[in-house]
């Protein structure tokens, strides 16, 4: 290794660390860490189980990996949308399979997009009914007559 080459691996060794090391910053064991690393969660140096600190540092401060079932409670979808969402680029992928968001990342697009009011401006047949004067019976009988526009909701209620 001539001088110029070994200046040049001092410059970056502290960017590659130990699995003990990468279990540290991660907050995980050292087990976990192999397994994150075989699965592509985190990246392998070239040399014997040394992981790439700033990959590091960036996944623990994105914080824990989630499902897409939690990431559509977290913003009040469904996961049909969470997984429209995914599919847009509007929230980045984990490579996880199962766990397949960062926590972080769902909270910080919950915060700047609010989940849409699906049934804006809608009452329900109590509301309508107290609005019109008049029983809920009567807005139901108005409804099923189509005399006040109304939707149904999946079982078919109004």
């Given at each position: 290794?001539?001088?110029?080459?070994?200046?040049?691996?001092?410059?970056?060794?502290?960017?590659?660390?130990?699995?003990?090391?990468?279990?540290?910053?991660?907050?995980?064991?050292?087990?976990?860490?192999?397994?994150?690393?075989?699965?592509?969660?985190?990246?392998?140096?070239?040399?014997?189980?040394?992981?790439?600190?700033?990959?590091?540092?960036?996944?623990?401060?994105?914080?824990?990996?989630?499902?897409?079932?939690?990431?559509?409670?977290?913003?009040?979808?469904?996961?049909?949308?969470?997984?429209?969402?995914?599919?847009?680029?509007e929230?980045?992928?984990?490579?996880?399979?199962?766990?397949?968001?960062?926590?972080?990342?769902?909270?910080?697009?919950?915060?700047?997009?609010?989940?849409?009011?699906?049934?804006?401006?809608?009452?329900?047949?109590?509301?309508?009914?107290?609005v019109?004067?008049?029983s809920?019976?009567t807005?139901?009988?108005?409804?099923?007559?189509?005399?006040?526009?109304?939707?149904?909701?999946?079982?078919?209620?109004?």
């Amino acid at each position: 290794m001539t001088t110029d080459d070994r200046r040049a691996y001092d410059l970056h060794q502290d960017e590659w660390v130990s699995a003990k090391e990468a279990a540290e910053i991660l907050g995980v064991g050292e087990s976990t860490v192999h397994r994150m690393a075989h699965r592509g969660l985190i990246q392998r140096g070239s040399g014997y189980r040394r992981y790439h600190r700033p990959a590091l540092e960036a996944l623990r401060d994105r914080g824990e990996a989630i499902s897409i079932g939690e990431a559509a409670r977290i913003l009040g979808r469904p996961s049909a949308a969470v997984r429209d969402l995914i599919a847009a680029d509007e929230l980045p992928p984990s490579s996880n399979a199962t766990f397949p968001l960062f926590r972080r990342d769902v909270e910080s697009y919950a915060e700047s997009h609010p989940p849409p009011d699906e049934r804006a401006g809608q009452l329900n047949a109590k509301s309508a009914a107290r609005v019109l004067d008049c029983s809920v019976s009567t807005v139901l009988r108005l409804a099923r007559s189509d005399r006040v526009p109304c939707d149904r909701d999946t079982r078919g209620r109004y």
